[in-house]
């Protein structure tokens, strides 16, 4: 049971998932789908070649489609004022299903930017000769990981009664060891990722500087993938684990500090907003981390605004005779 001081120190928050993020998340879920499903045809009908690089996005556009799959439901209590109306058994499949979401995006994508490292710094690792078992049993054990790692959201009862609402949380004041876990997981695989893709980014850019004129493009396009992805890894995943490690902070000075605990509670729910926008903006970094991804995008545009262009001067052909 929240105490009185707890409850009020909480409020608001609900007016800014009811109002704002609703919105935000429709806008992602359609931005989202169509390139995510764009992005699949593409690696099931023209990618031929499995290699590993291939392969490692694959599997980030698969954790890409669990959030797809999830968001929904979230929208929809999010709609209600975070009330949820799906059971105890579905809030604990959904919130695990968002949390291997994340936790599976970024291990893949510091998988892709490990290997564009060991590509360019390393050439002759024999990591970079994997077959493409090899490669599959490498994403096999990441979501092996990601699936423990995540498994206490499962075991947990993570629905809170209040009144005649029920709410759906995989943060709560439950000091169980499986949600301390959660909490601890949440922090790591944001810091750890992160200084390994900063390392990459330095390395390669030290390698680019070395390299002579006329050599240096396969390097660049090393560096823009890995840059690309910090990018996005930053944008999307970073505003999440501030505003909470913040949060954590001010709740155990709630007393003094209730204003400001108020306001970065906002800001956390605001953050889910920008957790979830990585499902959207992950075809950006098939783009860059696979030349035969681009240059079938850049087909597909080009035949698109090429049946524009005929279309248009069939149309100004037609007016003209017409005498118009």
Known sequence: MESKNNTTCNAGTENVMSSILPPLLIIELLLGLPVNLMALYIFCRYLRSWRPNILFLFNLLLADFLLLVSMPFRIDAYLRSECW?????????????????????????????????????????????????????????????????????????????????????????????????????????????????LFCSFQIACILKQLQRGREKKVQQAIRTVLVIVGVFIFCFFPGVATGLTALYLKRRMEEYCNAYRLVSQLFVLSIGFTYMNSALDPVIYCFSSTMFRDVVKRSFNRVGLMHLQLTRRASTVTRSDGV
Not at 95 to 101: G, H, I, S, T
Not at 141 to 166: A, C, G, H, Q
């Open 85 to 197: 109306v799906f059971g105890a058994a579905w809030c604990r499949i959904n919130l695990f299903m968002l949390a291997v979401n994340r936790s599976a995006s970024i291990g893949f994508m510091t998988t892709v930017a490990v290997h564009r490292y060991f590509k360019v710094v390393h050439p002759h690792n024999k990591i970079n000769f994997i077959s493409s078992r090899q490669a599959g049993g490498i994403a096999c054990f990441i979501w092996v990981v990601v699936v423990l790692m995540r498994l206490p959201l499962l075991t947990n009862d993570l629905l809170i009664k209040r009144e005649n609402y029920s709410y759906c949380r995989s943060f709560s004041n439950d000091n169980s060891f499986g949600i301390k876990l959660h909490y601890v997981t949440f922090i790591a695989e944001f810091f750890l990722p992160l200084l390994t893709l």
